[in-house]
Antibody, heavy 119, light 113 residues
Framework: QVQLQESGPGLVKPSQTLSLTCTVS??????????WAWIRQPAGKGLEWIGH???????HYNPSLRGRATISVDTSKNQFSLKLTSVTATDTAVYYCATLDGGYVLNYWGQGTLVTVSS | DIVMTQSPESLAVSLGERATINCKSS????????????LAWFLQKPGQPPKLLIYWASTRGSGVPDRFSGSGSGTDFTLTISSLQAEDVAVYYCQQYYSTPFTFGQGTKLEIK
């Protein structure tokens, strides 16, 4: 069974870049079995899709992020990453990484990591 | 974007009774090429990530008890818990994966009466 673990700074200053990594265990990120996704959830609120990537490099992003998000894969480390530029307080949320089976079904999730945007 | 609307926003049900949560999409999530509904249901407990319950509108996820069932097609869907257990207290979300950006409902909070 695939397991996912998010890591990265818990505090980011406004206007800076949020950078998170998701480490994959129990399977190879290069296998092609899954797409790799990021989702976020502000405290007490619902879930927002950020985007996802396939091993080929194909990506899809939520237009609501206005081009600020970039997702990439590092096959040598069995990791994938999220960068979100020009952050503001509204980007404060728990960020989850997840697998997307067949490009559709979110079947495995990391535990999530809280990122706070504050000076 | 496809807007997902859940009802009710909160629900209180007695242990052993049936719980029903509804989800409506702003456009059909039924793909004509394969007659599949691109709709999933998740359960989220406090401090935990969401857990997949149902996908393709009616297929239970791995290890999901059979008291959970999904139904519906097109734009109207239902999650039913046939006999509520204490461990089912959570927030439930529907999600469409018919088109990007994939979108979630606002959530339904299920409590014990």
């Amino acid at each position: 069974q695939v397991q996912l673990q998010e890591s990265g700074p818990g505090l980011v200053k406004p206007s800076q870049t949020l950078s998170l990594t998701c480490t994959v265990s129990g399977g190879s990120i290069s296998s092609g079995n899954y797409y790799w996704a990021w989702i976020r959830q502000p405290a007490g609120k619902g879930l927002e899709w950020i985007g996802h990537i396939y091993i080929s490099g194909s990506t899809h992003y939520n237009p609501s992020l206005r081009g600020r998000a970039t997702i990439s894969v590092d096959t040598s480390k069995n990791q994938f990453s999220l960068k979100l530029t020009s952050v503001t307080a509204t980007d404060t949320a728990v960020y989850y990484c997840a697998t997307l089976d067949g490009g559709y079904v979110l079947n495995y999730w990391g535990q999530g990591t809280l990122v706070t945007v504050s000076s | 974007d496809i807007v997902m609307t859940q009802s009710p926003e909160s629900l209180a049900v007695s242990l052993g009774e049936r719980a029903t949560i509804n989800c409506k999409s702003s456009q059909s999530v039924l793909h004509s090429s394969n007659n599949r509904n691109y709709l999933a249901w998740f359960l989220q407990k406090p401090g935990q990530p969401p857990k997949l319950l149902i996908y393709w509108a009616s297929t239970r996820g791995s290890g999901v008890p059979d008291r959970f069932s999904g139904s519906g097609s097109g734009t109207d869907f239902t999650l039913t818990i046939s006999s509520l257990q204490a461990e089912d207290v959570a927030v439930y979300y529907c999600q469409q994966y018919y088109s990007t950006p994939f979108t979630f409902g606002q959530g339904t909070k299920l409590e014990i009466k």
